[in-house]
């Protein structure tokens, strides 16, 4: 009753502040111009922007017509500045103006821009942009015509920004936290970190404009997600007519990989509409070492010392289709459909020496996965714009589908020591469909209050149904028998309710702040059909959110942040279900698993401009870890994600851009972090901790003939992540792009982890027991990409959705 009077107040006071802002609209009046260059030539389809006072909120815009002149309604009684912006030419921001009933329409002086060029040794080349960019609540690096982008994945760029790291298994830590959400566009990938891994693999990064890391969100954002939120932002269309472009690559990492895709927009009118279709295979080799150390319960140690080889290979098919359609002035209504899929297969070899006691003897375990994956998301999206003041209404539809239907099978070999004929062979073969059905809708609020406070509100609801299933069978004289004991099914239902609200305003002429508060409430149910048990689960929480810029002089700022975010366990790691590995090792689900919630704060300082200083703090309870439960008893670990009790981070990271000559430019950053975690485990504590830095640099080389090259470096130290200890981490990157046909057709080569030191070493001793893991992952290649642009007609500005999910992140694939 609490949550539902909560919701009717919310869903109230909404109400009012929307019928309040359309009985306090003014009457509109008009402003005009022209743009024109250098040569007082006209510049047609250049973007014109409005932007309120002193917020710097955007209005409105349009583009410039074919004289280079334009027109645009506008609310009097508002004081407003104008940024222009073209392709090849500098921008431009005017003084402040002011509409009254006096002076309702204004017609602006003729406006000249210049030319966006430099000259460097006699070669005309564009200047290079920045990129990394801190705003107020967010750092953009910028990732549109790199030569690191050409040819490169979306996943692999996304390694290279500012204070990520991932790890062995795909999870994204930000300055050495995990929790991180990613985003697409502003919409929720709804991928297991695996699978969300594998589709940015399979996408271009070529098809990347930016990458917003977002270590603070404010409570417009789903409250999932203690390190913060990524958000990967696609280029968009601004070309009326057709356009698109063409690319294909190729690259050899011991396996071959290659990628095609097309990306076709269309504008026409009050439509624009586009698609991009992708299809690529990638393969990767992983060499693995394990080592394992069990001490039973009568003295006697048992070791196991296991080597493996896994070839992985991914036929990745996408496809991104979409249609926007402006009804009037103030009303559009579009639709999106994205379809993701796979075909895997794995082969995993792995041979084991186990030593116990006296006794000594050799298995081979020889894994195979064969599985089918599709998630295919359906989007519908109306905007409803109440006056020209960026007042509106915006409604998203969600409908999300994902399945997948495959199996593994497992055959191990045993060998007396000395032997090369087994003695023994165990054969197991499992089928794990699964299908996830998601269905979310949600409306958001824009406007103002007195003019002065921008005011953002909104209501989300989802439910979420999976449904997954594990037959185990053991293989003997070629008949299958289903094996009880390993065989599960699970279905997990979950309904989340949200609202919020945020204000934002100025307070004195340096100080600007944004305050809000998000409250969800969570019903959720997990039922095993096999083992007839059910775990309920209702909680009701507050996510509140601070920032504050403080704007001190021209060459220093700092702005502050804080809020408390969520982290609920993964679908798939509520399954109690065992996903077997070996005859000693296997991963088994936890239905007891609880969420866990993160104080995070932050506090950034920009001096001169363009150096940046970030430092944060965030306290984790009930923190989700993987935890190797090893059994003295029989020798077996089994893998487990548990809640450990608490984790520590403290982290400074330092942006630095330099430029030593007007030809090259470094953009280098710095990160040191300390961790804590503390576990409790079987009636016992273990601290683990370490202070750790992570550093990168890229360095940028503008060339004669249009030529553009690329090195990057990074470096990580010894840090911790739940039990394990983890080794230092480094390696070199390297590419070189060349321009051909008037900058249409872009050719690059890159060459990534030149030395082969990107592996992963990792080791815990709990009670005595020790496992030790060394793995590489086969980042070192070669490769060689295409790319053909077209493109004709005039700019326009692209419609933005808010597909703002989180729950297809923690669907398991």
Do not use: C
Not at 359 to 383: A, K, P, W
Not at 404 to 411: A, L, M, N, P, R
Not at 518 to 545: H, I, K
């Amino acid at each position: 009753m609490q949550t539902i009077t909560i919701m009717k107040t919310f869903l109230a006071s909404l109400i009012m502040i929307i019928s309040f802002q359309a009985l306090a609209q003014a009457q509109n009046g008009t402003l005009s111009g022209s743009i024109l260059d250098e040569a007082q030539k006209p510049i047609p389809y250049s973007n014109v922007v409005v932007y309120s006072l002193p917020d710097s909120v955007m209005i409105t815009g349009t583009v410039t017509d074919d004289s280079g002149n334009f027109s645009i309604k506008l609310k009097q009684d508002n004081q407003f500045f104008v940024k222009i912006s073209a392709v090849g030419f500098d921008v431009f921001n005017s003084k402040p103006y002011h509409l009254n009933a006096s002076q309702p329409n204004l017609k602006l002086p003729v406006i000249q821009l210049t030319e966006d060029i430099k000259v460097m040794d006699a070669v005309e080349v564009k200047a290079m942009r920045p990129q990394v960019i801190v705003e107020a609540d967010k750092m953009v690096v910028s990732v549109e015509g790199t030569a690191m982008a050409a040819g490169a994945t979306a996943y692999e760029v996304l390694e290279k920004s500012p204070g990520v790291f991932v790890d062995q298994d795909g999870n994204i830590q930000l300055n050495g936290k995990s929790g991180v959400q990613v985003m697409i566009d502003g919409r929720r990938s709804y991928l297991s970190a695996a699978d969300l891994q594998n589709m940015l693999q399979g996408m271009s990064a070529d098809n990347i404009k930016t990458i917003e890391i977002i270590n603070n969100p404010s409570a417009k954002y789903d409250a999932e997600g203690n390190a913060g939120i990524i958000n990967i932002t696609l280029k968009r269309n601004n070309i009326q007519g057709v356009n698109g472009s063409v690319n294909a690559g190729y690259r050899y990492n011991e396996m071959q990989n290659y990628n095609t895709g097309l990306q076709l927009n269309h504008k026409k009118g009050n439509w624009n509409s586009f698609i991009n279709a992708d299809l690529s295979q990638r393969g990767r080799i992983r060499d693995a070492g394990f080592y394992r150390e069990i001490t039973q319960n009568n003295g006697v140690t048992t070791n196991f010392d296991q080597t493996g080889k896994e070839y992985v290979n991914r036929v990745i098919p996408s496809l991104r289709v979409g249609t926007d359609y402006d009804i009037n002035d103030m009303q559009s209504v579009g639709v999106m459909f994205n379809i993701y899929g796979q075909d895997v297969y794995h082969d995993f070899n792995i041979d084991t020496d186990l030593e116990q006691g006296a006794d000594e003897f050799m298995i081979n375990s020889d894994n195979q996965i064969d599985y089918r994956f599709l998630n295919t998301q359906g989007n519908l999206h109306y905007v409803y714009k109440l006056d020209t003041n960026g007042t509106k209404i915006t409604t998203d539809l969600n409908y999300v589908k994902l399945f997948s239907d495959g199996g593994s099978s497992f055959t191990n070999s045993y060998f007396q020591e000395g032997s090369s004929e087994p003695y023994s062979v165990e054969s197991l073969e499992n089928e794990n469909p699964f299908a996830y059905d998601i269905y979310s809708a949600q409306v958001d609020f824009e406007g103002k209050l007195f003019k002065k406070i921008k005011v953002e509100s909104g209501l989300k609801a989802s439910h979420v149904v999976s449904d997954n299933e594990i037959n185990f069978y053991e293989i003997e004289d070629n008949q299958r028998t289903l094996d009880p004991d390993r065989t599960n099914h699970f279905i997990y239902t979950e309904q989340i309710f949200a609202a919020y609200s945020s204000f934002a305003g100025q307070l004195g002429e340096k100080l600007t702040y944004k305050v809000g508060l998000r409250a969800e409430q969570t019903y959720s149910e997990g039922e095993s059909l096999t083992y007839n048990t059910v775990n309920e689960r209702n909680y009701f929480n507050l996510f509140p959110s601070f920032f504050m810029q403080h704007n001190v002089s021209k060459e220093y700022q700092v702005n502050y942040n804080y809020s408390r975010r969520i982290d609920r366990p993964n679908y798939s790691n509520l399954n109690p279900f065992v996903m077997y590995l070996d005859p000693y090792t296997w991963a088994q689900g936890n239905p007891y698993l609880k969420p866990q919630f993160t104080h995070s704060m932050s506090v950034t300082q920009t001096i001169l401009g363009q150096y940046n200083l970030v430092l944060n703090y965030s306290l984790t309870s009930d923190f989700i870890a993987e935890v190797p439960q090893q059994n003295p008893e029989d020798g077996t670990t089994v893998f487990m994600q548990d809640n450990i009790d608490d984790q520590i981070n403290y982290s400074a990271t330092a942006i630095i851009p330099l430029q030593p000559f007007k030809w090259w430019s470094i953009n280098g950053n710095l990160s040191v972090f300390h961790q804590e975690f503390t576990t409790f485990l079987n009636g016992n504590q273990e601290e683990n901790n370490a202070t750790s830095v992570f550093t990168r640099a890229g360095n940028t080389f503008v060339l004669p003939n249009d030529f553009k090259l690329e090195l990057n470096a990074d470096y990580r130290s010894n840090t911790v992540w739940g039990l394990y200890a983890i080794g230092e981490q480094w390696g070199i990157d390297f590419a070189i792009k060349k321009s051909f046909l008037d900058k249409k057709l872009d050719a690059s080569l890159n060459i990534t982890d030149i030395f082969r030191s990107r592996r992963f070493e990792g080791n815990s001793n709990f009670n005595g027991n020790i496992n030790e893991i060394s793995q590489y992952f086969g980042q070192q290649s070669i490769g060689f990409s295409l790319r053909y642009r077209f493109s004709k007609g005039e700019e326009f500005k692209a419609r933005q959705r808010n597909t703002n999910l989180d729950e297809l992140n923690r669907a398991g694939g």
